[in-house]
C-alpha cells in the first residue's frame, strides 16, 4: 500500500513495505541510485539468508546475480540495468567495475591498486594477478616499440614479485625480438588491444574468487548440469537430437528402443555367423556356413536388399570387416583364407593366404591400407592390399590368436590370446597391457570411441574394460542374464551416445542391456536357433540386426504401436513374415473356433 | 549349431578319436589304471571342450559313486564320465576328476595310435591307482 509521509515509522514496517511493493518506490527511499552505491543504502530484504527453491538450496542473491549476467551476455544490457536497479544487487561491486575498466582501457598500473582494494585476497592471489597484469604492461609496451620503458617494468616491478621466475627470464628474452611478428608468435599473444585484454580479464577471474568476479557463463553452465544429469538418468534415452527441452523433466519411453522385427531376411542357404553394418549404416555384410558372404543395402528402415553375395570360400566364413571408408570388406573363412573384396563390384581383389593359413579374424588400420590378421598359427600379420605381408609379430610368447580389434583411432590394437588373455596394445607408446580373465573368452568388439571394450565369456557373462585404465585391480562391468555355453555368440555396443550393449545368446533370443547400469531392458524373441552375432546400425539408433543358426537374419526396429492392437502380420512392403509373438497371437485368434 | 567355441591346448594332447578337438592334457593325467566297458581308461584332473550329463548312482569294482557321462562338445559323442560324489571315503579322492576312455581319444605323440581293447566288462568297472 502507499509509502508512509512520516520519518518515523518503526523500521520493521518499512522493512515489510519494502518487500511487498516492489514496483512503487516508497517516498522515502531516494529515487535515483548511483550505480554502486545501492547494495550500500539497502541491504535488506533482497540479501542475507534468503533462500528460494523448496529445499532452500539457492541463494536469492546468488541467483539473481547470476541472472543479470545472463541477461548481460545474451545482450539485453538495458534490462540487466533495469534488473539491478530493481532487485537492488549488482552484477559486480563498483570496484570490480572500475577495475575491468582500467584492465580493458590498458590502465595497468591503476589496475594494480584497484586489485588491492577488491575484496580480501589471498597474498599468492594477489602477486600471481599483479604478475598477469604486469606481463600484459609489459608485452604492451615492447609491442609499441618502447623497450626501455618495458625493461624499466621488468626490473622494477616484475622481478621483485618473487614468483615464476622462469617466466620472467622467458619475457627478458623477447626484449630482443627483432620484429613485433615474432613476438607475437614467440608469447602466443595476440597483440596489444582489447582481444588480449579480455583474455587477460578471463585468466584473472579464474584466479580471483568467483563471488567477486562471476565465472563466465555461469548459468548455461549450471542449466548445462541439470540436463546432463536429466539425460543420464533417462535409461531409453535413444535418439538422434541432443538438445533437451527445458520445459519438463525428460523421460524417454521404452518405446525408443527397437523392439520389433520389421524384416527377416532369409537368403543364406545354413546357419548365419557373423553380420556388420558398414561405417556410413548403409550396407550390411553377413557371413554364413553355406561357404558364403553376402552383400545387403540398407534401403529403408524396414526394407533390406541383396546387393551381392560373395562366393570363393571354401570354408564357412567365419567374420567380416569393413574398410573404415566402406569401400573393401575383408571376409574370413573358418581358419581359413582372408579374402579382400571390392564393394562396389562385389569382386574378390585378393586372397591372402599363408602355409595352412588358418586365420580367424582380422582388422583394419585407420588408413584404410593396411589390416592385421590373427589365428591360430599363433601370428599377426601385417598386410597391405596388394598382398604383400609387412610385417609379423610371431615368437614363444605369442599364443593362439582369438579375435583381434583395432579402436578407430588406431591407437590401440587388442588381440584375445590364448583364450584367456586379452591383450591391449598402444601402437603409438609401443606398450602392452595384459588382462587375464578367468574363463575363456569368446568374441571381442571394441566402442566407436575407442575407450572400452567388450568380451564375451563361456560362463555366460559379458564384460566391460576401459582401455585407458591402467589400474591393475581394476574390474570389469559385468553384464549376465543370457544364455553362452558352447558356440561363440558376440556382443556390440549400439544406440544414440552407445548407451546399451546388445548380445545375441544360446536360446534364441537377442538381450539388450543399459551399458551404464546394466539393467537388462529387453529380452528379444523371435529367432528359433541360438543367436550368433548381433550389429547395431551406427547412423541410425533405431535399427539393428540379428544373425542366427535359423539361417536368417532379422532386422529389428522400433514398435510404433503396441503389439496386439496390431495385428498379426506386419505391414510392410507386403513382406510376409511374422512378427515378435506374432505366432501366438495368430493362435489365439484361431482358438475360438 | 554356431560356431563352436573350442578351447585349444598347448603340449601332449588327448583328442576326441572323431573329431580331434582337444580334450584334455597330459600334464593334468592322474592315472593309466583305470577301466571302464570298452577297456582303459584315464583319470585326468580337468578335460575342456565336454559337456557334462545328468547325474546317475553307479556300482563300479570300487564302490557306488554319483557320475555324470562326459560328451564331447563337437561331436557330442561319450567321451567318458566326471565323477561327482564318492560314497565311499576312500574314493573321495576322485571327486570332481574326469575319466576319459581310451578307446575314444588319440594320444597326442603317437601317429595312428595303437589302440587294443581289452577284455570287455558287462559293467562299467575302475580300479584306483595304487
Request: net charge negative; proline share 4%; aromatic share 8%.
Given at each position: 500500500?502507499?509509502?508512509?509521509?512520516?520519518?518515523?515509522?518503526?523500521?520493521?514496517?518499512?522493512?515489510?513495505?519494502?518487500?511487498?511493493?516492489?514496483?512503487?518506490?516508497?517516498?522515502?527511499a531516494?529515487?535515483v541510485?548511483?550505480?554502486?552505491?545501492?547494495?550500500?543504502?539497502?541491504?535488506?530484504?533482497?540479501?542475507d539468508?534468503?533462500?528460494?527453491?523448496?529445499?532452500?538450496?539457492?541463494r536469492k542473491?546468488?541467483?539473481?546475480?547470476?541472472?543479470?549476467?545472463?541477461?548481460?551476455?545474451?545482450?539485453?544490457?538495458?534490462?540487466?540495468?533495469?534488473?539491478e536497479?530493481?532487485?537492488?544487487?549488482?552484477?559486480?561491486?563498483?570496484?570490480?567495475?572500475?577495475?575491468?575498466?582500467?584492465?580493458?582501457?590498458?590502465?595497468?598500473?591503476?589496475?594494480?591498486?584497484?586489485?588491492?582494494?577488491?575484496?580480501?585476497?589471498?597474498?599468492?592471489?594477489?602477486?600471481?594477478?599483479?604478475f598477469?597484469?604486469?606481463?600484459q604492461?609489459?608485452?604492451?609496451?615492447?609491442?609499441?616499440?618502447?623497450?626501455?620503458?618495458?625493461?624499466?617494468?621488468?626490473?622494477?616491478?616484475?622481478?621483485?614479485?618473487?614468483?615464476?621466475?622462469?617466466?620472467?627470464?622467458?619475457?627478458?628474452?623477447?626484449?630482443?625480438?627483432?620484429?613485433?611478428?615474432?613476438?607475437?608468435?614467440?608469447?602466443?599473444?595476440?597483440?596489444?588491444?582489447?582481444?588480449?585484454r579480455?583474455r587477460l580479464?578471463?585468466e584473472?577471474?579464474?584466479?580471483?574468487?568467483?563471488?567477486?568476479?562471476?565465472?563466465?557463463?555461469?548459468?548455461?553452465?549450471?542449466?548445462?548440469?541439470?540436463?546432463?544429469?536429466?539425460?543420464?538418468?533417462?535409461?531409453?534415452?535413444?535418439?538422434?537430437?541432443?538438445a533437451?527441452?527445458?520445459?519438463?523433466?525428460?523421460?524417454c519411453?521404452?518405446?525408443?528402443?527397437?523392439?520389433?522385427?520389421?524384416?527377416?531376411?532369409?537368403?543364406?542357404?545354413?546357419?548365419?555367423?557373423?553380420?556388420?553394418?558398414?561405417?556410413d549404416?548403409?550396407?550390411?555384410?553377413?557371413?554364413?556356413?553355406?561357404?558364403?558372404?553376402?552383400?545387403?543395402?540398407?534401403?529403408?528402415?524396414?526394407?533390406?536388399?541383396?546387393?551381392?553375395?560373395?562366393?570363393?570360400?571354401?570354408?564357412?566364413v567365419?567374420?567380416?570387416?569393413?574398410?573404415?571408408?566402406?569401400?573393401?570388406?575383408?571376409?574370413?573363412?573358418?581358419?581359413?583364407?582372408?579374402?579382400?573384396?571390392?564393394?562396389?563390384?562385389?569382386?574378390?581383389?585378393?586372397?591372402?593366404?599363408?602355409?595352412?593359413?588358418?586365420?580367424?579374424?582380422?582388422?583394419?588400420?585407420?588408413?584404410?591400407?593396411?589390416?592385421?590378421?590373427?589365428?591360430?598359427?599363433?601370428?599377426?600379420?601385417?598386410?597391405?592390399?596388394?598382398?604383400?605381408?609387412?610385417?609379423?609379430?610371431?615368437?614363444?610368447?605369442?599364443?593362439?590368436?582369438?579375435?583381434?580389434a583395432?579402436?578407430?583411432?588406431?591407437?590401440?590394437?587388442?588381440?584375445?590370446?590364448?583364450?584367456?588373455?586379452?591383450?591391449?596394445?598402444?601402437?603409438?607408446?609401443?606398450?602392452?597391457?595384459v588382462?587375464?580373465?578367468?574363463?575363456?573368452?569368446?568374441?571381442?568388439?571394441?566402442?566407436?570411441?575407442?575407450?572400452?571394450?567388450?568380451?564375451n565369456?563361456?560362463?555366460?557373462?559379458?564384460h566391460?574394460?576401459?582401455?585407458?585404465?591402467?589400474?591393475?585391480?581394476?574390474?570389469?562391468?559385468?553384464?549376465?542374464?543370457?544364455?553362452?555355453?558352447?558356440?561363440?555368440?558376440?556382443?556390440?555396443?549400439?544406440?544414440?551416445?552407445?548407451?546399451?550393449?546388445?548380445?545375441?545368446?544360446?536360446?534364441?533370443?537377442?538381450?539388450?542391456?543399459?551399458?551404464?547400469?546394466?539393467?537388462?531392458?529387453?529380452v528379444?524373441?523371435?529367432?528359433?536357433?541360438?543367436?550368433?552375432?548381433?550389429?547395431?546400425?551406427p547412423?541410425?539408433?533405431?535399427?539393428?540386426?540379428?544373425?542366427?543358426?535359423?539361417?536368417?537374419?532379422r532386422?529389428?526396429?522400433?514398435s510404433?504401436?503396441?503389439?496386439?492392437?496390431?495385428?498379426?502380420?506386419?505391414?510392410?512392403?507386403?513382406?510376409?513374415?511374422?512378427?515378435?509373438?506374432?505366432?501366438?497371437?495368430?493362435?489365439?485368434?484361431?482358438?475360438?473356433? | 549349431?554356431?560356431?563352436?567355441?573350442?578351447?585349444q591346448?598347448?603340449?601332449?594332447?588327448?583328442?576326441c578319436?572323431?573329431?580331434?578337438?582337444?580334450?584334455?592334457?597330459?600334464?593334468?593325467?592322474?592315472?593309466?589304471?583305470?577301466?571302464?566297458?570298452?577297456?582303459?581308461?584315464?583319470?585326468?584332473?580337468?578335460?575342456?571342450?565336454?559337456?557334462?550329463?545328468p547325474?546317475?548312482?553307479r556300482?563300479?569294482?570300487?564302490?557306488?559313486?554319483?557320475?555324470?557321462?562326459?560328451?564331447?562338445?563337437?561331436?557330442?559323442?561319450?567321451?567318458?564320465?566326471?565323477?561327482?560324489?564318492?560314497?565311499?571315503?576312500?574314493?573321495k579322492?576322485?571327486?570332481?576328476?574326469?575319466?576319459?576312455?581310451?578307446?575314444?581319444?588319440?594320444?597326442?605323440?603317437?601317429?595312428?595310435?595303437?589302440?587294443?581293447?581289452?577284455?570287455?566288462?558287462?559293467?562299467?568297472?575302475?580300479?584306483?591307482?595304487?
Open positions: 500500500m502507499g509509502g508512509d509521509d512520516c520519518d518515523g515509522p518503526p523500521p520493521l514496517k518499512r522493512m515489510k513495505l519494502s518487500i511487498s511493493a516492489t514496483k512503487s518506490i516508497p517516498v522515502e531516494s529515487p541510485y548511483p550505480t554502486g552505491l545501492a547494495p550500500m543504502a539497502r541491504d535488506l530484504p533482497s540479501s539468508g534468503e533462500t528460494l527453491g523448496c529445499k532452500g538450496q539457492i542473491l546468488e541467483f539473481v546475480r547470476i541472472i543479470t549476467q545472463a541477461l548481460f551476455s545474451l545482450g539485453f544490457q538495458k534490462t540487466a540495468n533495469v534488473l536497479e530493481e532487485s537492488g544487487v549488482s552484477l559486480q561491486s563498483p570496484v570490480i567495475t572500475q577495475f575491468r575498466n582500467e584492465i580493458m582501457g590498458g590502465k595497468f598500473d591503476e589496475s594494480v591498486s584497484t586489485l588491492r582494494k577488491v575484496a580480501p585476497l589471498e597474498p599468492e592471489t594477489l602477486k600471481s594477478a599483479s598477469l597484469i604486469l606481463q604492461k609489459f608485452l604492451e609496451l615492447l609491442d609499441s616499440g618502447d623497450t626501455l620503458a618495458a625493461l624499466k617494468t621488468l626490473r622494477t616491478e616484475l622481478s621483485p614479485l618473487q614468483i615464476n621466475t622462469q617466466r620472467v627470464h622467458e619475457l627478458a628474452t623477447w626484449v630482443i625480438c627483432p620484429s613485433k611478428e615474432e613476438l607475437k608468435e614467440k608469447a602466443e599473444w595476440e597483440g596489444a588491444g582489447l582481444d588480449s579480455a580479464l578471463e584473472l577471474q579464474e584466479l580471483l574468487p568467483p563471488s567477486v568476479m562471476i565465472p563466465e557463463k555461469r548459468l548455461e553452465h549450471l542449466v548445462d548440469q541439470a540436463l546432463t544429469v536429466q539425460r543420464e538418468a533417462c535409461i531409453f534415452h535413444n535418439s538422434l537430437d541432443n533437451l527441452c527445458l520445459y519438463s523433466d525428460h523421460r519411453g521404452r518405446d525408443k528402443i527397437p523392439t520389433k522385427t520389421l524384416q527377416v531376411l532369409s537368403a543364406h542357404e545354413d546357419e548365419v555367423w557373423f553380420l556388420q553394418f558398414s561405417h549404416g548403409k550396407y550390411l555384410a553377413s557371413a554364413s556356413k553355406d561357404l558364403s558372404a553376402i552383400i545387403w543395402e540398407v534401403v529403408r528402415d524396414d526394407y533390406v536388399r541383396v546387393k551381392y553375395t560373395l562366393k570363393g570360400h571354401t570354408k564357412a567365419s567374420f567380416v570387416a569393413w574398410s573404415p571408408d566402406d569401400t573393401m570388406l575383408l571376409t574370413c573363412g573358418n581358419e581359413e583364407v582372408v579374402k579382400l573384396w571390392d564393394v562396389q563390384s562385389g569382386e574378390c581383389k585378393h586372397t591372402f593366404n599363408k602355409q595352412n593359413s588358418n586365420f580367424s579374424s582380422c582388422a583394419w588400420f585407420p588408413d584404410g591400407k593396411r589390416f592385421v590378421s590373427g589365428g591360430t598359427d599363433k601370428c599377426i600379420y601385417i598386410w597391405d592390399l596388394e598382398g604383400k605381408e609387412i610385417d609379423v609379430w610371431k615368437g614363444a610368447r605369442m599364443p593362439r590368436i582369438n579375435d583381434i583395432i579402436t578407430r583411432d588406431g591407437t590401440h590394437l587388442v588381440s584375445i590370446c590364448g583364450d584367456k588373455d586379452i591383450r591391449i596394445y598402444n601402437m603409438e607408446l609401443k606398450v602392452e597391457r588382462i587375464e580373465e578367468e574363463k575363456p573368452i569368446t568374441s571381442l568388439s571394441v566402442s566407436k570411441d575407442g575407450r572400452y571394450l567388450l568380451v565369456l563361456v560362463s555366460q557373462e559379458i566391460l574394460w576401459d582401455i585407458f585404465e591402467d589400474d591393475k585391480t581394476s574390474k570389469p562391468f559385468k553384464y549376465k542374464g543370457h544364455r553362452q555355453e558352447r558356440y561363440v555368440i558376440r556382443s556390440c555396443f549400439g544406440g544414440s551416445d552407445q548407451a546399451f550393449i546388445l548380445s545375441g545368446s544360446e536360446d534364441s533370443q537377442v538381450y539388450l542391456w543399459h551399458r551404464g547400469n546394466g539393467e537388462l531392458l529387453e528379444l524373441p523371435g529367432h528359433a536357433g541360438t543367436v550368433n552375432c548381433v550389429s547395431w546400425n547412423v541410425n539408433p533405431h535399427m539393428f540386426a540379428s544373425a542366427s543358426d535359423d539361417h536368417t537374419i532386422i529389428w526396429g522400433l510404433k504401436s503396441p503389439p496386439r492392437s496390431k495385428g498379426s502380420c506386419s505391414s510392410n512392403g507386403g513382406v510376409d513374415h511374422l512378427v515378435n509373438g506374432g505366432t501366438r497371437e495368430l493362435m489365439e485368434k484361431l482358438r475360438p473356433f | 549349431m554356431g560356431k563352436l567355441y573350442l578351447i591346448l598347448d603340449g601332449r594332447i588327448y583328442s578319436k572323431f573329431c580331434h578337438s582337444h580334450l584334455a592334457n597330459s600334464d593334468q593325467l592322474v592315472s593309466r589304471q583305470f577301466h571302464c566297458r570298452h577297456g582303459k581308461a584315464y583319470l585326468f584332473n580337468t578335460v575342456v571342450n565336454v559337456s557334462v550329463g547325474h546317475e548312482d556300482r563300479m569294482t570300487t564302490g557306488l559313486h554319483t557320475v555324470a557321462d562326459i560328451f564331447c562338445n563337437c561331436c557330442q559323442q561319450i567321451v567318458g564320465w566326471k565323477y561327482e560324489l564318492a560314497h565311499e571315503l576312500a574314493q579322492y576322485k571327486e570332481g576328476k574326469f575319466i576319459l576312455e581310451r578307446a575314444k581319444v588319440v594320444d597326442g605323440d603317437s601317429n595312428g595310435s595303437t589302440d587294443y581293447y581289452l577284455d570287455s566288462q558287462p559293467v562299467h568297472s575302475d580300479t584306483e591307482d595304487v
